[in-house]
């Protein structure tokens, strides 16, 4: 990477809100890379079988082989089993303090053992990842609030923090979901998960990635899923116009509701980040009808302070 700062653009908040889409689009022009949920790397999975977003596997793709190879250069030869307990332990909210810390020193002396050594291995894996796609804007997805944080520590960075949001019983819906609603017949790799569970969860994210990432360098954005997908073209060319330091370039758009994706290097992310070609973009609002008024309630009993706060009690 050359000696000009490069920008990470960080999608936050809770899963289910459009994130692989909007990362993807993103990085239809040139000079960015969509590197998907790069938190997701330290996964046992990633060392077997798992799949880069151009569908080949993660250790085959040229594109992440060398990428490694720069970063670590044998990635076998990282101890997996300590970065995850690491990434754990750095994302658990005690250490939360110590990564705000480090930020106000505009260093890393607050960093120490487990969030020090975190920092630096994911460091190299930044660095490299600018080097090897010669790209100056990385979209990562991770959307953990705490993941955020340490990101803000790099300085040859500045991170843009997208905070993604979506009415928590869509989100809770699509949560109960056992196959993909875009493709259908793909079964998706979580369990369906309690209601209760994904409000709290919605709840607790995106109240973090207020908290943790309103002030980074590169601005921060409250993004509703409800107004992309009204809108997407208009909200992709107004990321780019008000945050990104790279000049719009992509002719993804065939028009307002129909892109024409080209394939993204995707660590890992929804399955819908393999989908190429092109796709006509729909509200994904099947919750309004076929989810009950008992789970609706449900929900709402849980996250219904942040519901009434982003908006979605006011109609």
Known sequence: MNDRKGQIVFLA???????????NLLSESAGLFSAGELLRIWDPVT??????????RLLDCPVWSEIFHQAFGDIRKINFDRMRQQRENVGRTRSLPALLL???????????GDAKEYFDVMHSLYRAISTVTKCQVIVDSSRIPSHGVLLRQFDDYKVTAIHLLRDARAVAFSFRRTESPQ?????????????????ITWSVQNLAAEWLLWRVEGGYLRLRYEDFI????????????RFLMWPLTSKAFVNEHEVRLGPHHTISGNVNRHKTGNITLRADDEWKTKMSRASRARVMLMAWPLMLHYGYLSG
């Not at 899963?15 to 909007?22: A, D, E, W």
């Open 13 to 23: 908040g809770a899963g289910r809100t459009g994130g692989t889409l909007i990362a």
């Open 47 to 56: 060392l077997v079988d798992r799949q880069c977003g151009c569908g080949t």
């Open 102 to 112: 480090g930020r106000q020193s505009r260093g890393t002396q607050a960093l120490s």
């Open 183 to 199: 493709m259908p017949g793909v079964r998706l790799p979580q369990p369906p998960q309690a209601l209760e569970k994904s409000a």
């Open 230 to 241: 009204a809108r997407p073209s208009d909200t992709i060319q107004m990321i780019h116009d």
